[in-house]
């Protein structure tokens, strides 16, 4: 039985632990979920930000990308769906630029353009020396010079036929490098490269000149070459552009041209008219035709021939920063293309204004970071990852990229949800292992009671059955004697009935007690309290026990004080008092002096009886012990004594029935004391 609680315990308790381990180790995977949701968040934040800078750097690099080529110059003669529009009313229509009133243009500063001689023109540069320029688009025509022209020397070398992109196709290869290139992900092949701890790159190709085309443009030559000359230039010492001044008689209708194109050069003279009125100081700057044309094209009559303008993608270059640490990506980023025109070659670009694309990643971040301030998020942009970020997310540009840093606002909102998590779990494991432990323990201690409860009514029924035996045996041979006449002396006839009737007083005292006992388990037992007195009670007691205390040898001595009379229960009491004298001579038997006293007394509002022997004695240890039902100090096949191990414990139920108490002191110089307090005044029962 034992054995098998054991295995029961600690399977439970080996149970328990696993599944505490189980819990400690789900709450670290919760920790990593909540981690990983976090990372998904901050990447959808990051995400977010990418797809809206890429739409809007989409739309703004097509929107260049779609640029005219005339747009460049600072006057241009626009185009003519009518190709018949005779060439000196094209000249009349030529027009200001529209990037021709500022500087800036969205992402775009500072548009130009270069041919192979070095040449720059703009549309900010009316065509007087660059020394009369204010300071900003000045230092800028500087920088261009100075910075940028020397890198694209190479590309001027290129055959015509070249079909690709011809600023990949130079022999500087660390210009190549520069625009094929990009800074944080040459290594990355993907849209967008896998999560590594709290950091990802996003790649955005606005500007991947893999994913643009060439344009192929049909012009009329006399278009072409009336924008062509509109940009005769003469180089000063800054190398910048200036507009001659020089002018030519327009000639009349070559003769025998047709009706129809008459017509229609009049009305494209009224159009043109209408624009130059419009632009009327543009139309004065353009009366002007060069005396000496641009090399590679005559000047010739009207004609119908289409010229094809191939105009390549723009492409980022990085030049070198004049003034180091004053841009976001270290250097400075152009925007450039090739425009070919037959053999002509010429750059066309612009500065990317860095400073406004990091406002429109500002715009970008703080319309998507809102969506989970719920949860306490805020960004700031760098060119460099903050390692005390939360998350670093790189928008790689292909030229360089910059670096949106999220950041917690509460760093320590996971530990403290996981801590608190486990406080609780914890708090329940305790609790789960204090019920089970107690649930264990009243197991053990129910079993160990039923076993122990077990081995006493075992006990109790060889107690019974032996203590019925030994009477009945006596009682059975003394009557067979007496029956068959085996008797002949009168005494020792006398004899024979003093103890079959000291026999059948056992026999009653045994079955009393049981009888008693079972009364009061069941709670039947009745008591009957009168008024009454305790010496009375006591000296029946002992006349009706001194022949059994002669028989086994002891002398019953008596010291009963004056009382007064009492309420109390006749019965309970006799009851007491015999089996206190019972316990006395099965216990003291082998004592030398085999006295027993029994006194009684009043004190402290209490009666006292005391019932005292000269046995052995009884150890601290076993005092409260002998009062407990079937409790034998022998054990039940080594015992000497008979009984049923119920006299003392019907004592104590009977005392404690009385509202008293009992209790075994050591007697002097040997021996126990066994004193019943039953108090004076009594309850109402």
């Known amino acids: 039985m034992r054995l098998r609680l054991f295995i029961l315990s600690l399977s439970i308790f ?18 990593e979920g909540l981690q990983g949701r976090r990372l998904k968040e901050f990447d959808s934040v990051a995400e977010t930000i990418r797809l809206d800078v890429k739409r809007q750097l989409d739309d703004f690099i097509q929107t260049e990308n779609n640029r005219d ?29 529209p990037l021709g009133d500022t500087l800036s243009n969205g992402m775009a500063y500072g548009y130009f353009q270069m041919d192979p001689n070095g040449i720059i023109t703009a549309p900010f540069i009316p065509g007087t020396d660059i020394e009369y320029l204010s300071e900003e688009p000045r230092h800028y025509v500087q920088i261009i010079v100075d910075n940028l022209k020397p890198a694209l020397g190479p590309i001027w070398n290129l055959p015509a036929t070249v079909q690709e992109s011809s600023l990949t196709y130079t022999d500087n290869k660390e210009l190549a490098e520069s625009v094929l290139t990009a800074v944080s992900g040459e290594a990355e092949s993907k849209d967008k490269a896998i999560i590594l701890g709290n950091a990802a790159n996003y790649k955005i190709e606005s500007l991947d000149q893999g994913q643009q085309r060439s344009q192929m443009q049909s012009r009329s030559r006399d278009n072409v070459f009336l924008n062509t000359i509109n940009q005769t230039q003469a180089v000063n010492q800054s190398g910048v552009a200036q507009n001659s001044q020089v002018q030519r008689q327009i000639a009349p209708p070559a003769v025998g041209q047709s009706q129809t194109a008459t017509s229609a050069g009049r009305r494209a003279g009224e159009l043109a008219g209408q624009q130059a009125g419009a632009n009327s100081q543009a139309a004065d700057l353009v009366q002007m035709i060069p005396n000496q044309p641009f ?8 004609s119908d021939e289409q010229v094809q303008i191939r105009v390549d993608p723009l492409q980022p270059v990085l030049v070198t920063d004049p003034e180091p640490g004053g841009l976001p990506f270290g250097e400075q980023v152009f925007m450039l293309r090739l425009v070919q025109i037959e053999d002509r070659r010429f750059v066309q670009g612009f500065r990317l204004d860095t400073v ?41 540009f292909g030229f360089g990229s910059l670096v949106v840093n999220l950041w917690e606002l509460d760093p320590n909102w996971i530990v403290a949800e996981i801590s608190k998590l486990r406080y609780w779990y914890f708090g329940i494991v305790v609790v789960v292992f204090m019920v089970v432990a107690l649930g264990v323990a009243g197991l053990w201690r129910s079993a160990s009671a039923q076993l122990k409860l077990a081995r006493q009514k075992d006990d109790f029924i060889s107690a019974v059955s032996h203590e019925l035996r030994t009477p009945l045996t006596s009682i059975r041979m003394y ?24 026999e059948s007083e056992r026999l009653s005292r045994l079955i009393e007690n049981v009888l008693d006992f079972s009364r009061i388990q069941r709670g039947r037992k009745q008591y009957d309290f009168k008024l009454g007195d305790i010496n009375q009670c006591v000296h029946a007691v002992i006349v009706m026990m001194q022949p059994y205390a002669v028989k ?24 007491i008092v015999i089996n206190l004298i019972d316990n006395a ?59 049923a191990g119920l006299g003392l414990a019907l004592v104590k139920k009977f005392t404690e029935a009385h509202q008293g108490f009992v209790e075994i002191l050591p007697a002097k110089p040997c021996g126990s004391i066994f004193r019943i307090a039953l108090p004076v005044q009594q309850k109402k029962f």
């Open 14 to 31: 080996i149970s328990l632990f696993g599944l505490s381990l189980m819990g400690d180790f789900a709450i670290d995977l919760q920790a």
């Open 69 to 97: 080529y005339t747009d460049y110059q600072y006057v241009r003669v626009p185009a003519f769906g009518n190709n018949s529009v005779p060439m000196e009313v094209q000249q009349l229509a030529a027009e200001r630029s």
């Open 295 to 302: 090399p590679g094209l005559q000047l010739e009559p009207s």
């Open 356 to 396: 406004k694309l990091c406002d429109l990643i500002n715009t970008s971040a703080q319309e998507a970071v809102p969506i989970y301030r719920g949860r306490g998020m805020r960004f700031d942009l760098s060119d460099a990852a903050n390692k005390q970020a939360a998350y670093n997310a790189f928008l790689d």
């Open 479 to 502: 009557t067979e004697m007496l029956e068959k006449d085996y008797v002949k002396n009168d005494d020792k006839r006398r004899e024979y009935y003093r103890s079959m009737r000291s």
């Open 552 to 575: 086994n040898g002891f002398t019953i001595h008596t010291r009963l004080d004056q009382l007064d009379p009492v309420t109390f229960d006749h019965d309970a009491v006799m009851q």
């Open 585 to 643: 001579v099965k216990y003291a038997r082998h004592a030398d002096d085999k006295t027993i006293i029994v006194c009684t007394r009043r004190q402290d509002g209490n009666i006292f009886i005391d019932v005292e022997d000269r046995g052995p004695g009884l150890p601290h240890a076993q005092r409260q012990k002998v009062f407990e039902e079937f409790y034998r100090l022998e054990a039940e096949d080594t015992r000497e004594t008979n009984g």
